[in-house]
């Protein structure tokens, strides 16, 4: 009895040791750009800005004469943004410009206020189809909208305070909202890291999007656009004082832990 109890709890240690093997070796491929255990693909190292640049091609750059695209900065281990000078924003592109149909998984801790969003097959000059992160009253989280492509779109709801994110009314959408306007002040958790999660397939464009794991929004565009077949990936800082009065050179939208997964 003594010796399998010897030989069980030698084999534990040793399941546990591999275990933690292949998690760490998990962790490396994805730290190192290979696809982890589900496929996905870090895109963001949360030290440098390295595979990605700003781009001042956006008409949110206008403020500037489109000499500058909007503050962007890693720090504590986000990409963080915000205008640069009043009324100024932009873009943060991947360099790589040959996604087609793909998932991609973010973390937001934003502040209430900034009009901000996840562009998917875009260009330099911003125009995409876009997974809405309008965090201000008024905007909306997850719909969809043609950013630069005929503003085409929907959302299933909309902020509705301008000071608390937990508020929201119901707006009518070919795709319901999953969660009554009461359930989602729990649902969702302002000053945490919530993950947001987008797919865009075909074309015409089938996009999907996710809130913390729930399906918030599915839509099919109406159209063929061949110069959107594929494209980066971005993140926006809107010019202008759309979202707000007040300066908003002093909030901020921050983005880590994001990841790809090439699906054709």
Same mark, same amino acid.
């Given at each position: 009895?003594?010796?399998?109890?010897?030989? !069980?709890?030698?084999? $534990?240690?040793?399941?546990?040791?591999?275990?933690?093997?292949?998690?760490?070796? /998990?962790?490396?491929?994805? $730290?190192?750009?290979?696809?982890?255990?589900?496929?996905?693909?870090?895109?963001?190292?949360?030290? !440098?800005?390295?595979?990605?640049?700003?781009?001042? =091609?956006?008409?949110? /750059?206008?403020?500037? =004469?489109?000499?500058?695209?909007?503050?962007?900065?890693?720090?504590?281990?986000?990409?963080?943004?915000?205008?640069?000078?009043?009324?100024? @924003?932009?873009?943060? *592109?991947?360099?790589?410009?040959?996604?087609?149909?793909? +998932?991609?998984?973010?973390?937001?801790?934003?502040?209430?206020?900034?009009?901000?969003?996840?562009?998917?097959?875009?260009?330099?000059? @911003?125009?995409?189809?876009?997974?809405?992160?309008?965090?201000?009253?008024?905007?909306?989280?997850?719909?969809?909208?043609?950013?630069?492509?005929?503003?085409?779109?929907?959302?299933?709801?909309?902020?509705?305070?301008?000071?608390?994110?937990?508020?929201?009314?119901?707006?009518?959408?070919?795709?319901?909202?999953?969660?009554?306007?009461?359930?989602?002040?729990?649902?969702? =958790?302002?000053?945490?890291?919530?993950?947001?999660? $987008?797919?865009?397939?075909?074309?015409?464009?089938?996009?999907?999007?996710? *809130?913390?794991?729930?399906?918030?929004? +599915?839509?099919?565009?109406?159209?063929?656009?061949?110069?959107?077949?594929?494209?980066?990936? $971005?993140?926006?800082?809107?010019?202008? !004082?759309?979202?707000?009065?007040?300066?908003? !050179?002093?909030?901020?939208?921050?983005?880590?832990?994001?990841?790809?997964?090439?699906?054709?």
């Amino acid at each position: 009895m003594l010796r399998y109890l010897v030989v !069980t709890a030698g084999a $534990a240690v040793l399941a546990a040791l591999l275990l933690g093997t292949v998690s760490s070796a /998990s962790q490396d491929r994805t $730290a190192k750009g290979k696809a982890d255990d589900r496929g996905y693909v870090s895109i963001f190292d949360g030290k !440098t800005l390295k595979g990605w640049h700003v781009s001042a =091609k956006t008409g949110h /750059s206008r403020a500037s =004469k489109n000499k500058s695209g909007g503050n962007w900065k890693v720090e504590g281990g986000a990409i963080t943004g915000s205008q640069d000078i009043p009324g100024n @924003g932009g873009i943060v *592109i991947t360099d790589k410009q040959d996604y087609r149909n793909f +998932e991609v998984v973010l973390e937001m801790r934003n502040d209430f206020g900034p009009d901000s969003g996840l562009f998917l097959r875009s260009n330099d000059q @911003g125009q995409a189809f876009q997974a809405m992160i309008d965090y201000h009253s008024g905007g909306n989280l997850m719909g969809v909208y043609g950013e630069g492509l005929g503003g085409f779109g929907t959302r299933n709801f909309t902020f509705t305070d301008p000071k608390d994110p937990g508020k929201i009314k119901e707006n009518e959408s070919p795709f319901k909202l999953p969660m009554t306007p009461a359930a989602w002040a729990k649902f969702w =958790k302002h000053g945490e890291w919530n993950e947001l999660k $987008a797919r865009i397939e075909g074309n015409p464009a089938k996009i999907t999007t996710w *809130i913390k794991g729930v399906k918030f929004m +599915e839509w099919t565009d109406t159209a063929m656009r061949p110069r959107h077949d594929r494209g980066g990936i $971005a993140l926006q800082v809107h010019g202008g !004082t759309y979202g707000g009065p007040g300066d908003l !050179t002093k909030l901020q939208v921050r983005y880590r832990n994001i990841r790809v997964k090439v699906l054709d």
